[in-house]
């Protein structure tokens, strides 16, 4: 019996033994910390040093240009690995995703915030299209958290509504005007910030009695995001031309009047002599001494003046009442200006002395071109009205070589605009510089 209870004792000490290590690798096991996941946050801002949410958003303007998500991680391993991917919610298609390591090389836990932002490209017009959107957060492969926004679609506006000439391919106005010919075609150009799918763009044209000449609806059918022009057009039938008189045209966004806009057709220009270069007039007086040749219109003549200064010649229609002329100035150095600010002073007094008592209409029109050997001139394009006379339009195209300034010049009433455009620049497409 005594040996008995002795071998009784000895296996109840192992057995508490067992019970003891037991429950000491019980609670090692069940103290290990495991990783804990925040709430994906949608965000319009974070702090960009600790990634913690500054400004919670899920619905977003159709400009935004970033968004953010941030979640917050406790017992994370440095070398675990996480990965965002941002969603369209239509289509199922990834937008974007970005996966890497919490810390590569860490020791120890991490407990932290991390985050990721969806931004828009320098080149593009906008971040995402409206609609719903949604972001995951995995860790190790495991989808952990989620979170969805909403991009709202804008209504689009009106930027700007121009009656003009003239328009190019993409519908813009390149011959802004409120007074045309009965043989001309009215073009009312309007310029949205962006096309939105189901509006209604709207132009009626009326005459001065308010009735309804043409009602031209233009039906969006896709939208795009930039600014954008549409046209409306009015002209006459084939073989007929639009009454003289004053006109209006409304224009108008999903049925609501944007603004109405005047404009007047007036006689048929007069005629300055019909403007040609059949004959291969050039001015040749200036070729040596200052180093050009120009060409001008068929039965034109000119007058010639030549000094210290330097020199200018006028070229004359064949009809000497016409409004029109076109002078070429050539300043020797020292007497032109050299810097901007004297050469702004410069250009504004001649446009001062030319409009006399005449008052500006808008500002005027800078535009860089080249001339056919290359070089590049500044064009200006003033426009002046007179109460009784009308209006009249200035052009001032400025270059140097060799050491002098040259100022080609053109002015004419609205009645020789069309006489003044080929003279102007039929002679400055015949420049020659030796």
């Known amino acids: 019996m005594i040996k008995n209870e002795k071998i009784i004792k000895r296996f109840l000490v192992v057995l508490a033994a067992v019970f003891i290590l037991a429950s000491i690798l019980f609670g090692f096991t069940s103290c290990a910390k495991q990783p804990v ?6 965000c319009e801002k974070i702090n960009p040093e600790t990634k913690e949410p500054i400004i919670e ?3 977003f303007d159709f400009n935004v240009k970033e968004i953010f998500v941030t979640l917050k991680f406790e017992n994370v391993r440095g070398d675990d690995n ?3 991917v941002w969603k369209d919610v239509a ?3 990834i937008l974007y995703e970005i996966s890497d390591k919490y810390l590569a090389g860490q020791k120890g836990l991490i407990s932290t915030w991390i985050s990721s932002s969806l931004t828009k490209k320098p080149d593009a017009d906008i971040l995402v299209l409206p609609g719903n959107y949604e972001v995951e957060f995995y860790h190790n492969g495991e989808l952990k958290s989620s979170a969805k926004f909403v991009v709202n679609q804008q209504k689009a506006e009106i930027l700007k509504v121009q009656l003009s000439k003239e328009v190019n391919e ?7 005007a409120d007074k045309f010919e009965p043989s001309d075609v009215i073009n009312a150009c309007v310029q949205l910030d962006y096309f939105v799918s189901g509006d209604v763009v709207k132009a009626k044209f009326l005459d001065s009695s308010g009735k309804v000449l043409l009602e031209t609806p233009y039906n969006i059918k896709d939208s795009y995001y930039s600014p954008t022009w549409i046209n409306f057009t009015l002209y006459a039938a084939e073989g007929e031309k639009l009454p003289v008189g004053k ?3 409304e224009i108008y966004l999903n049925d609501k009047l944007f603004g109405s806009f005047p404009f007047e057709i007036i006689k048929e220009q007069q005629i300055a002599g019909e403007v040609s270069f059949n004959d291969n007039n050039y001015f040749t007086e200036a070729k040596d001494k200052y180093g050009f040749m120009i060409g001008y219109p068929d039965g034109w003549n000119y007058d010639l003046i030549d000094n210290n200064t330097g020199m200018n010649v006028t070229f004359n229609p064949p009809n000497p009442d016409a409004a029109l002329r076109t002078v070429m100035f050539v ?3 020292g007497f032109y200006p050299t810097n901007e600010k004297e050469f702004e002073k410069f250009i504004t007094d001649i446009a001062e002395n030319s409009r006399g008592d005449m008052k500006q209409k808008g500002e005027p029109v800078f535009t860089e071109k080249k001339l056919k050997n290359g070089s590049t001139y500044a064009e200006i394009i003033y426009y002046f009205t007179d109460p009784n006379k009308g209006e009249f339009g200035l052009i001032l195209s400025t270059f140097f070589y060799k050491d002098r300034m040259f100022l080609w010049y053109g002015f004419a009433h609205e009645s020789f605009y069309n006489s003044l455009n080929k003279a ?3 002679g400055l497409d015949m420049l020659e510089l030796r």
Request: proline share 6%; no cysteine.
């Open 37 to 42: 996941f925040g709430k994906l946050i949608v």
């Open 170 to 176: 993409a519908a813009e106005p390149i011959s802004p």
């Open 247 to 249: 006109y209006n045209v």
């Open 82 to 84: 996480y990965r965002f």
């Open 57 to 59: 958003k899920n619905e």
């Open 331 to 333: 300043l020797n150095k």
């Open 91 to 93: 289509n199922d298609s």
């Open 424 to 426: 102007y620049y039929g």
